[in-house]
């Protein structure tokens, strides 16, 4: 429908027309309702139309200001500091700093931490310093905090260097350092230090603000007006004479040549083209009365005003109040003394009570139809110049404007008749439906909501034909019948009773229901809608499972998604079959509960969030482009997830608890996402803190061996939403691939090995920008006993005790070698003993041989002598020739027999065989002896007793004892030698 379209006294459009696509629709409505129109009231509506039908795109491309944006609140209990913050900064280190009455508080993203200042004193202001140095300044206190290599920050004082009559400082409200000078000011002092000395502004009336424009600083002397000073002497600013006596509390820097200059209660001023005048707002009683504090101005041009006593108020650069942000709506206080803009366009706020984030990088603004109640919202349509939100408690509209003045109430109105829960609604012949617990409603022009069911529990309506529709229920489906004006129930299909809210109608008048867990059902209708045709269908019919599928209308088609996939029913197979052109541009594991076209694009609400793919025809061929959006969390209602697009731009998100506004026309996918590791933690010893978030990488650590189990802790600089960022980490030399992006911030290696380690790390933003990878170098030392001088230690060690395994061996084997040729020796010697001693049991038995062998010789002999004298005796007595002949012979061989000398030589040679030569030794040696004294020598060499010699000598014992003596004294042996011993030992 037309919406009426007015200008407002600032000259901007604050009523919304219909969309293009309500145009095309129902184009016949309008044309025969123009026909009707006669004079001056068609020549208003068709320009009303032409001007709707060429702006209509850019009006609805407009952001509404319905609404609040997502706040975040930060107790004091959470970031461990003091109730009220008075300064706040966004460091060049990706963090956000707050002066507090409990000192110094930075916030990285995901952890707060809280440095006090050495005199414990509150801090009131703060100033961006070289590099990660942050200049602070409180009560009675001046300097700056640095931190160390490894992130830790240190105080560094100033107060020192200042001059003695300025030493006692009072408060010190503001700072700004510029061009290598700190500028900071008291209540009624100007001070700038530069190169360890100080230069100071005094004597005036009172100062109450201190700020920079470009690149010089501007202060005001109250009693005087503005001035302007950065390497001269201060300066007065022409025309600024103005705030004479008007207390001004900060100015907003717009550009090179215009600031705007916020006073307490004064209003807004501008200063432009080197002329101040007031600049108009249509809040100006608003800022008057709650008095302003403090300012800044967003990347996009919008400007943020905070209060003393009403919030916040955001500002469009003409100077028309968007939106007034409150404790009513949010906020932990209403009085706001400094406001801080982040990297992501983000509005952080210091108050009497707390921190706060405005998160506006998103885009989403939450509000509550039902005011108080804060119920589910399950559907959103726009129908007669308002919108209309379905709740649990039921519908609620206000009237669609591009614009809603924030000070003007925004409170919807409930329908009569509607209390309730309320499904759905549905547009139908320009009446819109509304599917309610209590049945089948409808919505007149007076928004009164009337039954037309005569049941309850209804869920959805599809126009079947001119003059029919089918309207699903708890327990299957109705025939409605248009009259007139009105729809009339006809008939209820009994065949069919499962409930039906998930339904629609395709191309080829089929109509589709699918139930979560009983399957999915498709209906023929006959020609006069009378009777039914149903089947269920299976895996057979291209549905892998009967288990949480969704049906839903794709250009004229239907289609199916369930956990495996989406797939699209092909009339000509009568099956389905595997969607590509929207399924194959989703992550695998994306399970799409709502398929919801508009227009040319496809919006889509999924397990991971929600998206939107442009259909785009080239010719014969169609593509599509997925514009990733903002993951904005488990919000829906389970099994109820719906959105509601206004225009391609604008869409409305039905949550379990109020409705998410989203604007997608000023999302930017440039936000360049930088990790930051911003802790490292040893585990052993516990808690010991290596580096703390101010670190600035690279850095390389060094370790000691028994240092080697780490916790690594890290963040991002994405500050609206840090719980939704995704990490991926791989820890070289440990980790053979990074790992699964995970939201998890922190990482723990125990046992590291000794040597070189870098900790690699990326981020991912919801909508799928990477960062680029951020490395922390690390060493773990060797243990003194892997050291380098161990290992030369361990190798000269090793070589001793390879020579040690040679050396040992070899000595033991010579030592048992010598021991073995000891014993061989030994076993030698005492063979060669054994064999002496049996020799000499041999040769004393060879000697008692020889000596038994000569007494028997000797007997003999002397028996022979004795015989032969016996004979010689018979012989002279003979006197037979004969005889006496015989006797000669007998005598002769007698004589052949005595031959002693003969037998003494056969003697001696077998001695000398058997006691080695010991005769022929002996002589040679003695060679005086004579062969009687060798005789005796050879018997005492027997070892023959002096009774066994004497017969062999043929002498008495005497003579033998004689001989003895004799033969000593040639031997010239001593009286102590046994003559025995002697010839034995010879």
């Given at each position: 429908?037309?919406?009426?379209?007015?200008?407002?006294?600032?000259?901007?459009?604050?009523?919304?027309?219909?969309?293009?696509?309500?145009?095309?629709?129902?184009?016949?409505?309008?044309?025969?309702?123009?026909?009707?129109?006669?004079?001056?009231?068609?020549?208003?509506?068709?320009s009303i139309w032409i001007f709707s039908f060429f702006f209509s795109n850019y009006i609805l491309s407009q952001s509404l200001n319905i609404g609040t944006p997502l706040i975040k609140n930060y107790t004091k209990e959470q970031y461990s500091g003091g109730t009220q913050s008075w300064d706040a900064l966004y460091g060049n280190n990706d963090l956000i700093y707050f002066a507090n009455n409990d000192g110094l508080i930075y916030f990285d993203g995901k952890r707060w931490s809280v440095q006090p200042l050495p005199n414990t004193t509150i801090l009131r202001s703060l100033a961006q310093g070289e590099g990660s140095s942050v200049y602070v300044g409180g009560q009675d206190e001046l300097g700056y905090f640095k931190p160390d290599e490894k992130g830790f920050l240190a105080f560094h004082s100033l107060k020192e260097d200042l001059p003695q009559q300025h030493k006692n400082l009072e408060d010190i409200w503001e700072m700004v350092f510029i061009n290598e000078m700190l500028f900071f000011r008291s209540n009624h002092k100007?001070?700038?230090?530069?190169?360890?000395?100080?230069?100071?502004?005094?004597?005036?009336?009172?100062?109450?603000?201190?700020?920079?424009?470009?690149?010089?600083?501007?202060?005001?002397?109250?009693?005087?007006?503005?001035?302007?000073?950065?390497?001269?002497?201060?300066?007065?600013?022409?025309?600024?004479?103005?705030?004479?006596?008007?207390?001004?509390?900060?100015?907003?820097?717009?550009?090179?040549?215009?600031?705007?200059?916020?006073?307490?209660?004064?209003?807004?001023?501008?200063?432009?083209?080197?002329?101040?005048?007031?600049?108009?707002?249509?809040?100006?009683?608003?800022?008057?009365?709650?008095?302003?504090?403090?300012?800044?101005?967003?990347?996009?041009?919008?400007?943020?005003?905070?209060?003393?006593?009403?919030?916040?108020?955001?500002?469009?650069?003409?100077?028309?109040?968007?939106?007034?942000?409150?404790?009513?709506?949010?906020?932990?206080?209403?009085?706001?003394?400094?406001?801080?803009?982040?990297?992501?366009?983000?509005?952080?706020?210091?108050?009497?009570?707390?921190?706060?984030?405005?998160?506006?990088?998103?885009?989403?603004?939450?509000?509550?139809?039902?005011?108080?109640?804060?119920?589910?919202?399950?559907?959103?349509?726009?129908?007669?110049?308002?919108?209309?939100?379905?709740?649990?408690?039921?519908?609620?509209?206000?009237?669609?404007?591009?614009?809603?003045?924030?000070?003007?109430?925004?409170?919807?109105?409930?329908?009569?008749?509607?209390?309730?829960?309320?499904?759905?609604?549905?547009?139908?012949?320009?009446?819109?439906?509304?599917?309610?617990?209590?049945?089948?409603?409808?919505?007149?022009?007076?928004?009164?909501?009337?039954?037309?069911?005569?049941?309850?529990?209804?869920?959805?309506?599809?126009?079947?034909?001119?003059?029919?529709?089918?309207?699903?229920?708890?327990?299957?489906?109705?025939?409605?019948?248009?009259?007139?004006?009105?729809?009339?129930?006809?008939?209820?299909?009994?065949?069919?009773?499962?409930?039906?809210?998930?339904?629609?109608?395709?191309?080829?008048?089929?109509?589709?229901?699918?139930?979560?867990?009983?399957?999915?059902?498709?209906?023929?209708?006959?020609?006069?809608?009378?009777?039914?045709?149903?089947?269920?269908?299976?895996?057979?019919?291209?549905?892998?499972?009967?288990?949480?599928?969704?049906?839903?209308?794709?250009?004229?088609?239907?289609?199916?998604?369930?956990?495996?996939?989406?797939?699209?029913?092909?009339?000509?197979?009568?099956?389905?079959?595997?969607?590509?052109?929207?399924?194959?541009?989703?992550?695998?594991?994306?399970?799409?509960?709502?398929?919801?076209?508009?227009?040319?694009?496809?919006?889509?609400?999924?397990?991971?969030?929600?998206?939107?793919?442009?259909?785009?025809?080239?010719?014969?061929?169609?593509?599509?482009?997925?514009?990733?959006?903002?993951?904005?969390?488990?919000?829906?209602?389970?099994?109820?997830?719906?959105?509601?697009?206004?225009?391609?731009?604008?869409?409305?998100?039905?949550?379990?608890?109020?409705?998410?506004?989203?604007?997608?026309?000023?999302?930017?996918?440039?936000?360049?996402?930088?990790?930051?590791?911003?802790?490292?933690?040893?585990?052993?010893?516990?808690?010991?803190?290596?580096?703390?978030?101010?670190?600035?990488?690279?850095?390389?650590?060094?370790?000691?061996?028994?240092?080697?189990?780490?916790?690594?802790?890290?963040?991002?600089?994405?500050?609206?939403?840090?719980?939704?960022?995704?990490?991926?980490?791989?820890?070289?030399?440990?980790?053979?691939?990074?790992?699964?992006?995970?939201?998890?911030?922190?990482?723990?290696?125990?046992?590291?090995?000794?040597?070189?380690?870098?900790?690699?790390?990326?981020?991912?933003?919801?909508?799928?920008?990477?960062?680029?990878?951020?490395?922390?170098?690390?060493?773990?030392?060797?243990?003194?006993?892997k050291s380098t001088l161990a290992k030369l230690t361990y190798l000269i060690l090793t070589g001793l005790a390879l020579l040690a395994l040679i050396m040992i061996p070899r000595r033991k084997f010579n030592e048992e070698k010598a021991i073995l040729k000891s014993q061989q020796q030994q076993t030698a010697a005492e063979v060669e003993k054994l064999k002496n001693e049996k020799l000499e049991t041999e040769i004393q038995h060879k000697n008692k041989e020889l000596a038994s062998s000569t007494m028997h010789l000797l007997q003999k002999n002397e028996t022979l002598s004795l015989l032969k004298i016996q004979i010689d005796k018979t012989y002279n007595k003979l006197n037979n020739t004969e005889a006496k002949k015989e006797i000669k012979k007998l005598i002769s061989l007698i004589d052949n027999d005595l031959q002693l000398e003969d037998d003494w030589k056969k003697f001696s040679y077998h001695f000398d065989q058997v006691h080695r030569e010991f005769l022929e030794r002996i002589k040679k040696q003695y060679p005086h002896?004579?062969?009687?004294?060798?005789?005796?020598?050879?018997?005492?060499?027997?070892?023959?007793?002096?009774?066994?010699?004497?017969?062999?000598?043929?002498?008495?014992?005497?003579?033998?004892?004689?001989?003895?003596?004799?033969?000593?004294?040639?031997?010239?042996?001593?009286?102590?030698?046994?003559?025995?011993?002697?010839?034995?030992?010879?």
């Open positions: 429908m037309i919406k009426v379209l007015y200008l407002s006294k600032n000259k901007y459009i604050t009523a919304t027309s219909l969309t293009f696509s309500t145009y095309i629709l129902n184009s016949s409505i309008y044309i025969k309702k123009l026909v009707n129109i006669t004079g001056n009231q068609l020549y208003m509506t068709f100007i001070f700038r230090y530069q190169s360890q000395t100080f230069e100071v502004y005094e004597d005036a009336a009172a100062i109450t603000f201190l700020a920079q424009h470009q690149n010089q600083v501007i202060f005001n002397d109250l009693g005087k007006g503005f001035y302007t000073w950065t390497d001269d002497a201060p300066k007065f600013l022409a025309g600024s004479e103005i705030f004479k006596n008007i207390p001004v509390v900060d100015i907003i820097d717009l550009s090179p040549q215009q600031f705007l200059i916020l006073t307490e209660r004064n209003g807004i001023y501008i200063y432009k083209d080197g002329v101040f005048e007031v600049w108009q707002t249509n809040v100006y009683d608003y800022l008057e009365t709650n008095r302003v504090s403090s300012g800044a101005v967003l990347k996009n041009g919008n400007i943020a005003i905070g209060t003393l006593v009403g919030g916040l108020l955001i500002f469009n650069k003409d100077g028309e109040a968007i939106y007034k942000i409150t404790k009513e709506n949010g906020l932990q206080n209403n009085s706001i003394s400094t406001i801080c803009i982040d990297n992501s366009d983000n509005i952080w706020l210091g108050t009497y009570n707390g921190i706060d984030q405005i998160i506006l990088s998103d885009h989403l603004n939450l509000f509550f139809p039902d005011g108080q109640l804060e119920g589910a919202v399950y559907d959103v349509e726009s129908w007669n110049g308002h919108l209309f939100f379905g709740t649990n408690n039921g519908l609620y509209y206000i009237e669609q404007k591009n614009y809603y003045h924030p000070l003007e109430p925004q409170d919807m109105t409930l329908v009569p008749g509607s209390v309730g829960q309320v499904w759905g609604l549905d547009i139908i012949d320009d009446q819109l439906l509304m599917a309610h617990n209590d049945g089948a409603f409808v919505i007149g022009k007076d928004f009164i909501a009337r039954k037309i069911s005569p049941t309850p529990g209804a869920w959805k309506f599809i126009k079947l034909a001119d003059n029919k529709m089918v309207v699903g229920t708890y327990n299957g489906i109705d025939i409605y019948a248009r009259e007139k004006e009105d729809w009339v129930w006809e008939r209820k299909f009994e065949e069919f009773g499962e409930s039906s809210r998930i339904m629609v109608l395709d191309q080829l008048q089929n109509l589709w229901i699918s139930h979560p867990y009983r399957g999915v059902y498709k209906i023929k209708f006959n020609p006069y809608f009378t009777k039914i045709d149903i089947r269920q269908l299976s895996s057979a019919d291209g549905i892998p499972t009967n288990k949480r599928n969704y049906v839903f209308n794709v250009n004229g088609n239907a289609t199916i998604t369930n956990p495996k996939g989406m797939y699209s029913y092909n009339a000509t197979s009568d099956k389905f079959e595997m969607q590509s052109i929207i399924s194959d541009r989703l992550k695998a594991e994306t399970h799409v509960k709502r398929l919801i076209q508009h227009r040319e694009n496809i919006w889509y609400i999924s397990d991971l969030g929600i998206g939107q793919i442009q259909l785009k025809k080239n010719g014969l061929e169609q593509s599509s482009e997925v514009i990733p959006d903002p993951n904005i969390g488990d919000i829906f209602v389970g099994g109820f997830e719906n959105l509601f697009p206004l225009d391609n731009d604008n869409i409305f998100l039905c949550t379990d608890k109020g409705v998410l506004y989203y604007n997608k026309s000023n999302i930017k996918n440039d936000f360049s996402i930088k990790p930051k590791i911003n802790r490292v933690q040893l585990l052993q010893p516990k808690d010991s803190l290596l580096i703390a978030n101010n670190v600035a990488l690279p850095l390389t650590l060094a370790l000691q061996s028994n240092e080697n189990a780490l916790k690594f802790y890290f963040t991002s600089n994405y500050f609206q939403n840090p719980e939704n960022v995704n990490f991926s980490y791989k820890l070289e030399g440990t980790d053979v691939n990074w790992s699964e992006w995970s939201k998890n911030s922190s990482k723990e290696y125990t046992n590291l090995a000794h040597g070189n380690h870098k900790f690699q790390l990326k981020a991912r933003t919801p909508s799928g920008n990477e960062s680029e990878i951020v490395t922390l170098a690390f060493t773990v030392m060797a243990p003194w006993y002896l004579t062969p009687k004294d060798l005789k005796l020598c050879a018997y005492l060499r027997m070892n023959l007793s002096t009774k066994e010699i004497a017969p062999l000598l043929n002498i008495s014992v005497r003579g033998v004892e004689i001989g003895r003596y004799r033969l000593r004294k040639k031997l010239e042996l001593d009286k102590g030698v046994n003559l025995n011993d002697f010839m034995i030992g010879f």
